[in-house]
């Protein structure tokens, strides 16, 4: 493996023009952390960005922080928190449901990904919060994307499309990013032992109510047998529905009151508030219940995506018919279903049921051979494919950057 380890901006592009004058791929890495996402690539030369982890600016009154694409989100996380401000779209880490240890990874990895926690029903994805870029696209040529300003609409909005390209359009080198103060206090309205259609419809009520619910997920009696003690001891043996109410104290204290009452059909809530109820949330964004070194970690984990209204209906009959446990985020717009060990990880029965849903379905833990003899992302119809081939070709006409990474079968 010939790994080109960068020391700035330049030096990509010079990497970048070099491998397209060779015709050789490359694989664009950071820490890594995600690496075993998606379909083996075509190449066997990795850039490494993971040198350009310098914080450029950071000035919290202006809720501004523009970084290199290799700092480590660890780092940049426990900035800002200094601040008392964070991602408000709450990053996933997905080190525990892949088994790659404690690395939560890079800004770039973040974005490349665009994989975003419970506050997402509330405050958007990781795209949302994107400002502005300085990216190497495939021609080997430096470009710059939006700004330093919310409100940017000189020239095309890039940076939506970089969010969640999985690298394969550009080499982002530095990006400027919106924060947030963090919530003074927060409340967690739990209901126990409902069925998974009727937590959804408890969850649907919550977030169409006026209460501001920033976090709504269902965690069925199943999944919580072999998990974090804090969720086991919330759970006490049935099935959690979680709602998070956050901001200012005494405004989170009525607003839990008013939505407990307005959630009574559904059975009567317990409330949790500020260190428990903190502790469970990460739990949820990071699928700590399909850990990979815990009771799941052998299964194949699905990435599913629907109408929140379908999610439960989807979810049960899943779990139903393949025998595989299922937990939703989102109010149930977010199944992650651990799944039996199949020969094609049950690829049909998922992506057949998520597309008369309405919904895609991502392949996020598998072992290599099944990622090769199964597609990892969603198939796309055929004129968003052709779609999506020529914003393709606009970035990278020689397929240099992660080639194969999402598509299967890709050859050099």
Request: with cysteine.
């Amino acid at each position: 493996m010939d790994i080109l380890k960068v020391r700035d901006a330049a030096d990509v592009e010079q990497v970048v023009q070099a491998a397209l004058a060779n015709e050789q791929p490359l694989e664009i890495l950071g820490h890594g952390s995600k690496r075993s996402i998606g379909h083996a690539l075509a190449t066997n030369a990795v850039l490494d960005i993971s040198a350009l982890d310098a914080i450029v600016s950071y000035e919290p009154n202006e809720l501004l922080l523009t970084v290199g694409a290799g700092a480590p989100l660890a780092d940049v996380l426990s900035l800002i928190d200094s601040k008392n401000q964070h991602f408000a779209f709450e990053p996933m880490n997905p080190a525990k449901l892949l088994g790659t240890g404690h690395d939560a990874g890079t800004i770039g990895g973040m974005l490349a990904t665009g994989f975003a926690g419970p506050r997402r029903v509330k405050d958007g994805g990781a795209r949302d919060h994107l400002l502005g870029a300085h990216a190497v696209s495939g021609f080997g040529e430096t470009f710059k994307t939006g700004g330093k300003v919310v409100k940017n609409v000189t020239g095309y909005d890039l940076c939506k499309l970089l969010c969640g390209s999985w690298g394969t359009l550009a080499v982002m080198t530095e990006v400027t990013l919106k924060v947030m103060p963090r919530p003074e206090s927060q409340h967690t309205l739990v209901l126990h032992g409902l069925d998974d259609e009727t937590a959804v419809r408890a969850m649907t009520a919550a977030l169409g109510s006026p209460y501001d619910v920033s976090g709504a997920a269902h965690l069925p009696a199943s999944v919580l047998c072999d998990t974090d003690t804090r969720l086991a001891e919330v759970a006490s043996g049935k099935a959690l529905t979680l709602l998070r109410l956050e901001g200012i104290a005494a405004s989170v204290k009525h607003r839990a009151g008013s939505l407990t009452a307005a959630l009574a059909t559904y059975g009567a809530a317990d409330v949790v508030d500020n260190d428990v109820s903190a502790g469970l949330w990460p739990l949820v964004r990071d699928v700590t219940p399909f850990a990979a070194d815990g009771a799941f970690g052998g299964r194949p984990v699905w990435r599913i995506v629907c109408p929140p209204a379908s999610g439960g209906k989807l979810g049960q009959g899943l779990a139903g018919d393949t025998g595989g446990d299922v937990l939703y985020d989102w109010g149930g717009g977010l199944i992650w279903a651990a799944l039996p060990p199949d020969s094609d990880a049950h690829a049909a029965l998922v992506r057949g049921r998520a597309e008369a849903a309405g919904g895609h379905a991502t392949l996020v833990r598998a072992p290599e051979s099944l990622r090769s003899a199964v597609d990892v992302f969603h198939p796309l119809q055929s004129g968003v494919a052709a779609l999506t081939q020529r914003v393709k070709h606009s970035f990278d006409p020689k397929n240099i950057l992660n080639r194969g990474r999402m598509t299967r079968g890709t050859t050099p």
